[in-house]
């Protein structure tokens, strides 16, 4: 994350220059772009460093949810804004939040608004979170929005919670049988092919391609490393373009079983962040916006992106949703419903918490689905090494026995 000074006129045409952190130069000139401000230029600041640096460890989502509860409290028992900052500065256990927050509040003593305070730390608030503080600041109603804001992120943390849980089990068996099977192939069946030279005679067919795979494996183990090494960083770069990115997210959602998991969290994602913005006033516009860039998946953002300019030029929510085909019918009409009925936010509450059930179900069927494959993956390979290595051991005895 680096730091970026800039030039800009407000409104009437004056002159506003600072500093702000992101990712680049395309980041900072829309975060200046919601602060209502006219960019002039934008240059990297040498020397300087991010507040929240990595030096003492990153930021959690779990770490903004205490912040956000905590500040909702206190504000709600009548605590001014830049004393809740400053005890909380004090208080806060996250070493780069901490920094945030005491920088936060510095802003806020030089005259800076909340938001706008916030907005110069992207890498820890997001325009959600940004976007809802100006909302609440503009209401009045500043406390309640932190704690839906809170709520929210709860919410968002179980899911992402839920979905990395589906995925440790597999992934750690899976890596396991790969070092046992490479042990195997490594060390093990050398050893064996010593004694059985050693012996003489006729192997049989299983034992023969066990040892030959292990002499390709062993002779090719650094040039297939190194092929695996080269591929993944290769995926890396692709998927970090627009396009590599789309095509990435379009085929999770085409894989046979995770590919509805990942739709599910998708949708769960945008009508929970889509509800929460609603709720809090923040226009329809601004929302989708924000809630394109929040769904995880290219192919939603693209969708949600299109519906919000259909939206500008006067459409309805759900006709464009319905136009897409990333909607399901049922989610397409219950916004139609909201929109008629002037309850969207109850609607797309609605939505979110039947696609929070949906995913809990499908981590849950994943989970019990994939740990007897992984099982039976496991006793195939290891159990097939180990009876290619002991079939000319058998065969020795029979004739020994005789």
């Known amino acids: 994350m680096a730091t970026y000074s800039y030039n800009a006129k407000d409104k009437n045409g004056r002159a506003v220059n600072g500093v702000l952190e992101g990712g680049s130069e395309l980041e900072i000139s829309e975060v200046l772009h919601r602060q209502d401000l006219v960019v002039v230029s934008i240059e990297l600041a040498k020397g300087k460093k991010s507040s929240a640096g990595h030096k003492h460890g990153k930021i959690k989502l779990d770490d903004l949810v205490i912040f956000s509860r905590q500040l909702a409290t206190m504000i709600d028992a009548g605590i001014p804004l830049v004393q809740c900052l400053g005890i909380l500065s004090e208080q806060i256990e996250n070493l780069p939040l901490r920094e945030v927050v005491s920088t936060v509040r510095q802003d806020i003593v030089a005259g800076i608004s909340f938001c706008d305070a916030l907005a110069k730390h992207p890498q820890v608030f997001s ?79 299983p034992t023969v ?71 809090s006033g923040v226009s329809v516009l601004t929302a989708l916006e924000i809630v394109a860039t929040t769904s995880g998946n290219k192919v939603v953002e693209e969708a949600i992106s299109a519906c919000r300019s259909s939206v500008r030029e006067g459409e309805t ?53 994939i740990e007897p494959v992984i099982i039976v993956f496991l006793g195939v390979v290891v159990g097939g090494i180990v009876i290619a290595l002991f079939l000319p051991i058998f065969k020795i005895t029979e004739l020994v026995s005789k």
């Open 127 to 205: 325009n959600l979170f940004i976007n809802m503080v100006r909302a609440g600041e503009a209401s009045g109603m500043l406390a309640d929005i932190l704690d839906r804001l809170a709520a929210y992120l709860e919410k968002s943390a179980s899911l992402n919670r839920k979905i990395k849980s589906s995925l440790v089990y597999p992934a750690v068996v899976v890596t396991i049988a790969i070092m046992i099977t490479s042990v195997l192939l490594l060390k093990v069946v050398p050893t064996f092919k010593g004694i059985f030279d050693s012996l003489g005679g006729k192997l049989p067919l």
């Open 209 to 279: 391609i066990l040892i030959t795979i292990s002499e390709l494996f062993r002779k090719a183990f650094l040039l297939l490393a190194g092929g695996l090494v080269l591929l993944f960083i290769l995926f890396k770069k692709y998927i970090a373009t627009e396009k590599g990115r789309y095509n990435f997210d379009k085929l999770k959602l085409r894989l046979p079983i995770l590919g509805e998991l990942f739709r599910k969290v998708a949708l769960a994602k945008f009508a929970r962040t889509f509800s929460t913005l609603v709720k």
């Open 317 to 369: 929510i759900a006709r464009p949703m319905t136009k897409s085909g990333i909607f399901p019918p049922m989610v397409c009409r219950m916004i139609s419903v909201g929109e008629q009925t002037g309850q969207l936010e109850k609607m797309l509450s609605k939505i979110a918490d039947f696609y929070d059930e949906q995913v809990d179900a499908a981590v849950s069927g994943l989970t019990s689905m």
